[in-house]
């Protein structure tokens, strides 16, 4: 059973940047397809990007609500992936999730059952 611990999450300014980790505690990591999603209260979660390892490569995927601004990038060999956050902005304002899948799907890869696998979630407050 992979484990998925997520940090970096914390206050910035408007403008400013983060970059969050989500170390898995397995070595087969880099079978995983991951992704990071997003949830304010009240809401469900929302899917920003994904790090995907299809049979063609690995590829990125994004949401357009974060495109050009949120990088996902993987280590395999520190089983960490990571979503680097630029020019943030209050409406970013929430706790975000890593998320793990050994069977991923482009289709699918926004719907939160896609992924077998999620971490416990680290804060971002965005004050403006």
């Known amino acids: 059973q992979v484990q998925l611990v997520e940090s970096g999450g914390g206050l910035v300014q408007a403008g400013g940047s983060l970059r969050l980790s989500c170390t898995a505690s397995e070595d087969s990591f880099r079978s995983y397809s991951m992704a990071w999603f997003r949830q304010v209260p009240g809401k469900d979660r929302v899917f920003l990007a994904a790090?995907?390892?299809?049979?063609?490569?690995?590829?990125?995927y994004y949401a357009d609500s974060v495109k050009g601004r949120f990088t996902i990038s993987r280590d395999n060999s520190k089983s960490t992936v990571y979503l680097q956050m630029n020019n943030l902005k209050s409406e970013d304002t929430a706790v975000y999730f890593c998320?793990?899948?050994?069977?991923?799907?482009?289709?699918?890869?926004?719907?939160?059952?896609?992924?077998?696998?999620w971490g416990q979630g680290t804060q971002v407050t965005v004050s403006s």
């Open positions: 998320a793990a899948t050994r069977s991923f799907e482009v289709a699918t890869m926004t719907w939160e059952t896609h992924y077998t696998h």
């Open positions: 790090a995907a390892v299809e049979w063609r490569g690995e590829r990125t």
